[in-house]
Each structure stands twice: as structure tokens, then as C-alpha cells.
């Protein structure tokens, strides 16, 4: 019963990003759950700007980065490296209205200097606001 809350807590947030999104003036397109996966959850176009997102609701207020899949740190490298636009992943923590946005370069990075989780503190210092970013 537990995993089927977090995945509508899941695809809430996704949906709430996308509104976010759409009412902001970008064109939207969530892709659909499949059981192979996708490497975002959603692209945001407006103008020449493009960028794919992945949400992540952090209920706990903690990011552990073994959520950054395989598939997603091949397709963000791609998509980075040849539209020369950024990936982001979109944290939502708890009793937060504002989505937290970590650009893809950020989360390898971390990687890189061998964090391994970030906490809600560490969340908020190494992302933008919605407005702050977009």
C-alpha cells in the first residue's frame, strides 16, 4: 500500500511541475509512466530555451542521490552535451510550497566529490526557486 501512496505523491508533484510550468508560459509535455522507465518526467520549452526535468518528491527532506538512475545520467549527459540546454531535477520537500531545482551538472558534481545524499539544508543551498531559474 506504501509504494502506491508514494508513487501518487510521485505523479502528483509531477503534475503540479507541469501546471507550474505551463502557467508560466512554456509548452509542457509529461511523458507517461512505462515500466522501462524514462529518463525525465517532463521537457519545458519557451522560446529557444528547452530543458528536461525530473521530479523527485523528498517526503523525508533528504535526497539520496542512488535516485539518479542510470538511464537518466546517460540521457541528461546527452541532452546537455548536444542541445547545450540544462537537465534539472525538481525536489519537492516537505511542508514546502517552493520546487527546489538542481541542474543536472550540480548532481554529478556531488557525485564526483563523493556525497552521497543531500539533506533539505543542503537541497535549498545548491538549487534555484522556479523564479530564481525559469
Known sequence: MRANSNKKEGTEFE???????????????LFQQNQAGQPCDLIAVKGV???????KDC???RFPLTR???NQFLSMSRWCERTH????FA????DEEDVYFIPFKTICN?????????NSEAIKECSFTFREIF
Do not use: M, T
Not at 15 to 29: A, P, R
Not at 50 to 55: N, P, R
Not at 110 to 118: A, E, G, I, P, T
Open 68 to 70: 539518479v538512475e542510470e
Open 91 to 94: 525536489l519537492q520537500l516537505p
Open 110 to 118: 556531488c557525485l564526483d566529490n563523493n556525497v552521497r545524499s543531500l
Open 85 to 88: 540546454h540544462e537537465a534539472f
Open 49 to 55: 530555451d528547452a530543458f528536461i526535468i525530473d521530479a
Open 15 to 29: 503534475v503540479k511541475l507541469k501546471d507550474l510550468f505551463y502557467e508560466n508560459g512554456y509548452w509542457v509535455h
Open 59 to 61: 517526503k523525508s527532506g
